[in-house]
């Protein structure tokens, strides 16, 4: 019974509770209980009885002994097994115990659960917590596992802790940050997308900036604790405003939640049963409260479930100088009205600014859109000269001769014959009959210079007038390094270096920002230098906050901001985006190995902006704490053709 | 003129030495006055006139310039450039200024001073040494040279420092350690085989241990500034002990010396100039002392010039289980008399303990040599009895039909028939006659184990008498964490994941051994346990000393100790090693990705070795500093069959 229907929800797993139980041989009873009783979606249940300990079977004489499982696979349906549970592996087992004996039953034992949840078809499994903070020998036991796995997931149950006190001694015996144990066991196992986390959550959480790193590791359960709940005036469950929060940004991010342990709120018997008079099920008031934490949770808006089946999905930047973008590339973007605003605003205040009001009726402003496309900015132009009445005359320079007979229709259409004049060439090219006042372009990516506006605009400039106007006048481009396992995980499996070397432009979701964006290239235009060179370099130092703890950094999300006439900007840099605009997703620079930070060491990045005699391409690396190769050298991988 | 000609050292490029020179347009006279006059095999010479800025050449007009090289590559013929010249490339240049106008002056001569040498096919250049402590757009342009070039070596130039003070702080701007400098430059190019070190030797040296470190690395030349000579009683240049050891080293690993620096020893008028009153070269005197340590170098062992070929060659080990040796093998490890020496002291021990004196001629101890080949563990222990004085009876079980063959011939021939039996079969698979009072048996790998000894014994051990001895009776695996940049590249050449989780035989020599060895496994024979289990899993910590600074590790140097009986030990491990004894040759386990370890922290290391049906095979990671993925999962790449 999925906790409810909310718009642009309804495909997360997030919806199915869970509830942890002890072993029970009779798994019928045990689903009809928690299940149709009690209203949850699935048991979270031991497979093997707890007392099992392959070393105690008399004699060793496996091969005559039946292992000790919650009765057999034909007491559920295919179907049941699959939907209504979750295998739990033995809590007892420690593959890193000093005590040998112990160790080889468990890894035994493990391997015997395995394969029973196999056998079965369960879903997923849960794998106890690593009894102390070594667990190389458990981790290479579940690796060994994970080879041989076709569907079976695997949930390693970490719980959600993190002391203050930031001791640094490796070889320290406490848990001092239970990430670190996901993060060894997880690079052991080399970033099998099998394994995932399954997130032990407390009565006491830790610091927002260390919460935050798990929203870009793959969490797929949050285990609460009945523990963990306070009770509210009425003395029903409910929990604190922190885990409120934390909890939504579970759902968010497809985590189910399970609940877990023995009722801990007395309610009155009235109130435990219903109006038949059955029982309820002891747990039902937790379910309760998880169900309307989940209901409570807004819509997505409209353009946010538009983008869903974007998230973290990974697209090739586009090419437009090299491509000809398509129609329905055209028809998206024009879509985006607050972008064609911003670039209205910018017009105006840019005529006004040439030309004054009593000299508006006689001074006509020469305003070139180069890169018109299907007339947007021609548009957005007209309306801002109508709106300062001012006088304007149009070049619309378009290379791409599909979008061009849009162009002529619109002029037509529109009755703009007199004013707009279409040119079919590249900019580059292109020799203008005037020069111009105004020039206006949206050639930027999300990186704002990968789509080679530098370059174009470099090449229009020879057409503006000295004191003539670009809009935009500059953009910059930003970065910030982010954990992305899941993105991380798309690029490996590629089993290529070069998809390790491309930028990609994605809507970012499991993503873990670790520190604010910096600024990396800024280019400005119109641009005066005798000679023009678009090669950049920048050396940057991103510092974790000192609550967050360590954090494995996959890669470099990456924005842009423009400023397109003084204070008109138009960007997606997280902090000061342009509102409701959606032309642009952010890029993404993988890193081929991910690299560890601490709070305490910097992380330091370089990125290049290369130029050769027929591509413009980055080249990227870390230094620090660790060096990493060079990424895309001499543009091996990826490139932007000019 | 090479430094000289001595056993064993002929092939060695070591015996070249260089002379640093001054920019000269004039190369014929160069070499006239260094090679002819001065005796040098060849000069380290810039290319390009060092005043050369490209941002000072007039109108940037570089289309009708000339490039202000050192003369035409007419001068000289091409095998001159590419025998008696390596490029110096200018020094001044700094990629990683503050100043861009520097910077990009920097990349541009960097890469025509690279274009040209390649066009007059030298050999090498030299590139000069970062600035800073930041090298990253340095290492950027220098990466993005080297996917280009074909024969071209670059050797970057690197100070031999290393300051006592252990400055941990990352951000330092003082350079502590130049091996962190090469090692931050050599990840950025990613290990790159045509990138090497010349070491810039000063006056004082660092600790041993630092100094250690760099046998593992690629380093080609080491130059020597003439302040770096002491002034021995007659005037004339020497070098301290420790700096004699160090060139010593330098010429055991093919490096070349240069020659660098204005004389600093005032020699009289007499000794400078010869009979006939020509005037010698003024660092003549330095060249003749590097040509008297040269030829002063002891002379290779015959064994060590037998290997040679082998030095940091990789072999895939022998799997003698499920191949079957062949005769030149065997030929090759007979000749190893060390070791039967070994074991007929063992047996004879065994004899003794076994039959006292008073029973010696009425007990026949019968003896089984189980793996018996062609024979040289028979007549190892016919020699131990006749030497004792015990009455023996032989079972000679082989299962290589071949080798069965020359056994035969050889008990005939011997006139052994009346005392040695020939068993042809798996002595896994043998029903025995009778039980056996000793089993003797060489089935040890270089890592002991590594030839499945245990489970060949185990199985054996059915026909020793309860109170039988095995010899060897156990036998325990080592290893230590080592630098071997040959040996990783070699691997790396292979592209594939399948060569880096391959154990292989290699002559040690190219690498530098960070720590002392630590044991890993131990198997004792006969095996007592009811259930005998030859699974096995060590976690191991290693520290760098102190002093060494931080190093690279590529993986794992293997070696095994053999207890054969009682106080008769065979074995390789460095401190303990059998002399003169070659039958083994150490064993090499390489990581994915080589870790840096730092003195401060450890590097926690953990080995399995796991068990299946029908074979075996190691598995392997680390797991601190940084954990590594697990090597070899499920034996994938590499397995011994049983």
Not at 14 to 41: M, Q
Not at 82 to 98: F, P, Y
Not at 200 to 225: F, K, N, Y
Not at 606 to 634: A, D, I, Q
Request: proline fraction near 6%; hydrophobic fraction near 35%; aromatic fraction near 10%.
């Amino acid at each position: 019974m999925p906790l409810g229907e909310r718009g642009g929800w309804e495909r997360s797993e997030s919806r199915y509770c869970g509830v942890e139980t002890d072993f029970s041989d009779d798994v019928p009873s045990l689903l009809s209980f928690h299940i149709s009783t009690g209203g949850f979606d699935y048991v979270l249940a031991p497979l093997m009885n707890p007392s099992y300990r392959p070393s105690l079977v008399e004699g060793n004489g496996l091969d005559t002994k039946v292992l000790p499982v919650s009765g057999s696979d034909l007491v559920l349906a295919p179907s049941q097994w699959s939907s209504h549970v979750v295998g739990k592996i033995s809590s007892w087992i420690d593959l890193d115990s000093e005590d040998e004996v112990l160790r080889l039953d468990s890894e035994t034992t493990l391997k015997q659960e395995i394969a029973w949840a196999t056998h079965l078809s369960v879903q997923a499994c849960l794998l106890p917590t690593p009894k102390g903070t070594s667990c190389a020998n458990y981790a290479r036991c579940v690796n060994q596992i994970l080879q041989g796995l076709t569907n079976l997931q695997l949930w390693l149950r970490i719980p959600l802790v993190k002391s203050d006190g930031d001791s640094m001694d490796a070889t320290s015996e406490d848990l001092n940050d239970s990430w670190e144990l996901w993060n060894t066991f997880r690079l052991l196992c080399e970033h099998d997308t099998k394994l995932s986390v399954a997130l032990d959550v407390q009565s006491t959480l830790p610091s927002e900036s260390s919460l935050g790193r798990w929203m870009g590791e793959s969490v797929r359960a949050a285990i609460i604790s009945t523990d963990s709940f306070l009770t509210n005036t009425r003395g029903y469950p409910c929990l604190s405003k922190r885990h409120q929060k934390l909890i939504s940004g579970f759902f968010d991010h497809a985590v189910q939640v399970v609940v877990s342990g023995k009722p801990v709120h007395n309610l009155t018997k009235a109130s435990d049963s219903n109006a038949e008079g059955t029982q309820k099920h002891p747990l039902r008031s937790y379910l309760d409260y998880v169900a309307y934490l989940f209901q409570k949770m807004e819509a997505l808006p409209e353009q946010e479930r538009i983008e869903l089946g974007y998230r973290d999905f990974l697209q090739a930047p586009l090419q437009p100088l090299m491509d000809n973008l398509e129609a329905q590339t055209y028809e998206t973007f024009e879509r985006d009205s607050i972008k064609y605003i911003q670039y209205q605003r910018a017009v105006a205040k840019a005529l006004v600014d040439r030309v004054p009001d009593e000299k508006a009726s006689e001074l006509t402003t020469v305003l070139m859109v180069v890169g018109a496309g299907r007339g947007p900015l021609v548009r957005a132009s007209l309306q801002a000269a109508e709106e300062t009445e001012r006088k304007l005359k149009v070049y619309a320079v378009e290379k791409n001769p599909n979008a061009v007979v849009t162009l002529h229709n619109l002029v037509k259409l529109e009755g703009w014959e007199d004013i707009v004049t279409i040119i079919s060439c590249d900019m580059r090219f292109w020799s203008a009959p005037e020069k111009a006042d105004i020039l206006v372009s949206e050639l930027l990516g999300s990186f704002g210079d990968n789509e080679l506006s530098p370059e174009c605009l470099d090449g229009a400039q020879r057409f503006l007038k000295p004191d003539g106007i670009s809009i935009p006048s500059s953009y910059t481009s930003f970065i910030q390094p982010v954990t992305a396992s899941k993105l991380y995980n798309d690029i490996k499996a590629h089993k290529d270096l070069a998809h390790f070397e491309t930028a990609y432009v994605v809507k970012l979701h499991s993503v873990a920002k670790l520190a604010p964006s910096q600024s990396v290239f800024t280019f400005t235009h119109p641009n005066l230098a005798t000679k023009i060179n678009n090669q950049r370099y920048k050396k940057l130092h991103f510092n974790l906050p000192s609550d967050a703890g360590s954090a494995l950094v996959h890669g470099f999300a990456g924005y842009f901001d423009s400023v397109l006439y003084k204070d008109v900007h138009l960007g997606i840099e997280p902090t000061t985006a342009t509102p409701n605009m959606f032309s642009w997703f952010p890029i993404f620079f993988p890193l081929r190995k991910p690299v560890e930070v601490h709070p305490d060491s910097p992380l330091e990045v370089h990125f290049w902006r290369c130029c050769g005699s027929s591509k413009v391409w980055y080249e990227w690396s870390v230094s620090l704490p660790t060096p990493s190769p060079m990424h895309n050298t001499n543009g091996r991988s990826y490139w932007v053709g000019l």
